[in-house]
């Protein structure tokens, strides 16, 4: 899979590792696209790579914006975008780990 995005320039690609943080997936793959069709063919592709991998269950939402493309092939989600929606939305602070860091001005 990340072949085929690779393949595809896609752009600032990051693999997160789900498991231990909740049931839904092992990984979630987040990439981002130049335009909508961009975003649109790396999930035609995608798409298809995962079927000719023998990927069954395969749900696919928001191929007719391309804005915001969800493939979900059961243990892994893919989340590709066009930036500025990436950037609105930030997923990856919503699943990457915060720093152990305390904050400032906190204490328990």
């Not at 649109?40 to 493309?69: F, P, T, Y």
Request: charged letters at 25%; hydrophobic letters at 45%; glycine letters at 8%.
């Amino acid at each position: 899979m990340e072949t085929t995005l690779e393949d595809n320039k896609a752009e600032n690609a990051v693999v997160i590792e789900l498991a231990g943080k909740t049931e839904i997936a092992d990984f979630l793959v987040i990439a981002s696209g130049a335009s909508k069709r961009h975003v649109g063919a790396m999930a035609d592709h995608l798409q298809r790579s995962l079927k000719g991998m023998g990927v069954k269950r395969l749900a696919v939402e928001g191929n007719i914006q391309c804005d915001w493309v969800l493939i979900d092939a059961g243990d892994v989600i893919v989340h590709l975008f066009r930036p500025e929606v990436r950037e609105f939305y930030n997923l990856e602070k919503i699943w990457i780990a915060p720093s152990a860091e305390p904050l400032a001005g906190f204490s328990v």
